[in-house]
C-alpha cells in the first residue's frame, strides 16, 4: 500500500479525527502518487494513523476516508452513502429534494449528491472523489433504485484539484450518452419540484450551485409562517425561493429584487406555477446595494426584510472586505424596516463565523440608528449537517432580527 509520512508533531489534526492532511506536514512530501489514489496515513514513528485519498495538486494533499484499517473498496462507499440516505429518509417526510450526501459531513470528502424529484445531482470536488466516482455512481442508482444522475461538477473549487470542469448525463439507463439527443437532456434537467408544498422549476444545468438552495429550506417555511399582512422585500432573490414562500404565506405585496434577468423570469414562474396572485409580486432587476439605497432616498419602508447574498467571502482572507458589504445591506434594510419589522439576515460566507456576522449586523443596527433584537438563531438545514469533526462545514447562518 502507498503511503505518505507525516512530520513529527503533525498528527494532532488527524487524532481529533479532522479529516484533511496539508502538504507541509507530510515528511516524504515530495512523492507523487495517482490523482486520488488510496494512500495510508501515517504517524513520524509509523503508525497507522488513517487511510486517505491522494490530491497530488492541491494544498490539502490528502484526505481522510477512514481512521480504521479496512479496505477502500466499492462495499466501504456502499455503507457511508446508505448510512448517509437513511438518516436523510429518516429525518423528511418527503424525499423530493434534499441534500443526501454532504461531504465530509458524511464523511465522504468532495462528494455531494443532491435529489431533484427522481433525478440525483452529483458534484464530485477532489480527486478522491472522482477516482471513485464511477463506483460511487453505481452504487447511488442501486440503493435510491433511480435511474438518472446529472453531474455538475463545475465548481471552481476543482481548478485546485487539477481538475476540469465537468456537467452533463453522468447515467440514464433510458437514454444512453452515446444516442442522447438535446430535447431529452432537457426533459431532464428542467424540472418541477415541491418543497412544503410549494412547486418550484429547477434548471439543473444552469442554476446555480446544483439547481436550487436547498439549504434554505427550513428559512423559508418560517418566512411563509410570519409574512402574513406584511410589505416583503426580498433582496438577493434567484428563482424566488423566499418570495413564493412569502406570497403563499399571504403577504401583503413582496418585491424581489436580482441582478440577473433570467432569475427572475424564473421566480415570476415560480410564482405563477404555484397559482399565487402575480399582482401582489413585483421584481427589480439591479444591484441591492444601489437600490437599497434608492429605496431610503425615495422613503419606502417594509415590514419584512430578506437579505440572502451570494458568499462575499469564501475563505477568511476576504473576510473583511465581506464584512463590509454585509454591513452595508444590514445598515440600509434596517433604516427601511418599520417599527415592528422582521429583518431575516444570511450569510453563507465560510470565512465569516456566527459570531463574526452576529457583531456585523449589530454594528449595523447601531449605525442605522435603531433598536433592534434577536429572535432566532438561523442555520442550514437538516440535510446539510455539521460533522463535530469538522466545523467548516457550518458555513450558513442567519439572524431572524426585530426593529423595536
Ligand atoms: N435567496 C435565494 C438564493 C440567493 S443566491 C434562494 O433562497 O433561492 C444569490 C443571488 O444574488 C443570485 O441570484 C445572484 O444573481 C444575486 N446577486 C448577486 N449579487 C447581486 C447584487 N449585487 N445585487 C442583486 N443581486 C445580486
Excluded at 36 to 63: N, W, Y
Excluded at 250 to 278: F, H, P, Q
Excluded at 337 to 360: E, N, Y
Aim: glycine content about 8%; charged content about 25%.
Amino acid at each position: 500500500m502507498s503511503s505518505i509520512v507525516l512530520k513529527p508533531g503533525k498528527e494532532k489534526s488527524l487524532l481529533r479525527r479532522h479529516p484533511w492532511i496539508f502538504s507541509g506536514a507530510i515528511q516524504n512530501g515530495d512523492r507523487v502518487f495517482e490523482s486520488g489514489e488510496t494512500v495510508d496515513v501515517l504517524s513520524s514513528d509509523r503508525q497507522f494513523l488513517a487511510r486517505a485519498s491522494f490530491s497530488p495538486h492541491s494544498q490539502i494533499r490528502a484526505r481522510v476516508w477512514t481512521f480504521e484499517d479496512e479496505p477502500i473498496e466499492k462495499d466501504f462507499f456502499r455503507k457511508r452513502i446508505r448510512k448517509a440516505i437513511d438518516t436523510r429518509y429518516s429525518l423528511f417526510d418527503s424525499t423530493e429534494a434534499m441534500r443526501l450526501i454532504y461531504a465530509e459531513s458524511d464523511n465522504l470528502p468532495g462528494l455531494i449528491v443532491d435529489r431533484y424529484g427522481d433525478v440525483l445531482v452529483l458534484q464530485s470536488l477532489t480527486a478522491g472523489s472522482e477516482f471513485w466516482k464511477e463506483t460511487i455512481a453505481d452504487i447511488l442508482l442501486e440503493e435510491t433504485g433511480l435511474s438518472t444522475i446529472y453531474e455538475r461538477s463545475d465548481a471552481d473549487v476543482r481548478e485546485l484539484e487539477g481538475l476540469p470542469p465537468r456537467s452533463g448525463v453522468l447515467r440514464n439507463s433510458i437514454i444512453r450518452e452515446s444516442d442522447r439527443d438535446p430535447n431529452n437532456e432537457s426533459q431532464i434537467t428542467n424540472i418541477v419540484i415541491i418543497e412544503h408544498n410549494l412547486k418550484f422549476n429547477v434548471s439543473l444545468a444552469g442554476g446555480h450551485k446544483t439547481g436550487f438552495y436547498l439549504d434554505q429550506r427550513k428559512n423559508r417555511l418560517r418566512v411563509r409562517e410570519l409574512a402574513k399582512d406584511k410589505d416583503v422585500l426580498d433582496c438577493f432573490c434567484y428563482t424566488g425561493g423566499f418570495t413564493v414562500n412569502a406570497l403563499a404565506g399571504g403577504a401583503k405585496s413582496v418585491l424581489s429584487v436580482d441582478s440577473s434577468a433570467d432569475a427572475l423570469a424564473l421566480c415570476k414562474e415560480n410564482i405563477a406555477v404555484n397559482d399565487l396572485e402575480l399582482s401582489r409580486g413585483s421584481s427589480l432587476e439591479g444591484d441591492v446595494f444601489h437600490l437599497l439605497r434608492k429605496f431610503r432616498d425615495e422613503g419606502r419602508a417594509f415590514d419584512m426584510i430578506i437579505l440572502d447574498p451570494p458568499k462575499f467571502a469564501p475563505t477568511a482572507a476576504q473576510a473583511e472586505k465581506a464584512a463590509r458589504g454585509y454591513k452595508d445591506i444590514n445598515l440600509f434594510a434596517f433604516k427601511l424596516l418599520r417599527p415592528g419589522g422582521l429583518l431575516f439576515t444570511f450569510s453563507c460566507s465560510g470565512g465569516i463565523d456566527a459570531g463574526l456576522f452576529q457583531k456585523i449586523v449589530a454594528g449595523a443596527a447601531l449605525d442605522a440608528g435603531v433598536n433592534a433584537q434577536i429572535l432566532e438563531y438561523l442555520a442550514q438545514a437538516a440535510d446539510h449537517p455539521v460533522a463535530l469533526n469538522f466545523p467548516e462545514g457550518a458555513y450558513l447562518k442567519g439572524l431572524l432580527c426585530l426593529r423595536k
